[in-house]
């Protein structure tokens, strides 16, 4: 008998009796096939990501509001595309009956610390741009290491989110370079 191993979001337990033996059996409610838990784990890790990125893009945005910046108008930008990315994962997880669920309190309180921390000690177009570009390439090799685990098993249009994810962080990096 060959056995899978699954991560499901829910199960029932069925006890039965077979001459005098008692057996378990799991039955796993999957309703939408074994690909199920792969889409939403994907799709979650896009929507964690985009949620992150919405909020520290909006509180920099704020910070920047106060200078004189040229990088301005790439970070406004930035926000633009990951408000488009939180949305779709969002529509998506929703079709699929899973409450998405952003980065949590403790990552977006460090994340704000660290931000106003950078943003004191040098708030230079070049500072920005690094920071943005450190986090960008981070970004890419986790989405890379989501697609590559993925690719088999999750559905390909939500792969194609993940990669448009991707090619988002490969576009806005080559945009801040200038300003390094």
Known sequence: ???????????????FKT???????IIIN?????????????LMYIYKNADMGVKSTTK??????????????????????????????KALLKKNKVSPKGSGLIAEISS??????????DNSDSKIADILIRGFTMGN?????KIEKFKEDADKSII???K???????INIELLKPYL
């Open 60 to 89: 920099l945005i704020k910070l920047l509001n106060t200078r004189d910046n040229k990088i301005k108008n790439i970070v406004e930008g930035e926000l633009k595309g990951y408000e488009n990315f939180l949305k779709k994962s």
């Open 160 to 162: 194609k989110i993940a």
């Open 1 to 15: 008998m060959m056995a899978k191993k699954f991560k499901f979001l829910k199960m029932e337990v069925l006890i």
């Open 141 to 145: 090799i986790e989405i890379d290491k």
């Open 19 to 25: 001459s005098f033996l008692y057996k378990k059996i």
């Open 30 to 42: 999957n309703i939408n096939g074994d690909n199920m838990n792969e889409n939403n784990e994907l």
């Open 164 to 170: 448009d994810l991707k090619k988002f962080g490969e």
């Open 112 to 121: 704000s610390v660290a931000m106003d921390m950078e943003f004191i000690k």
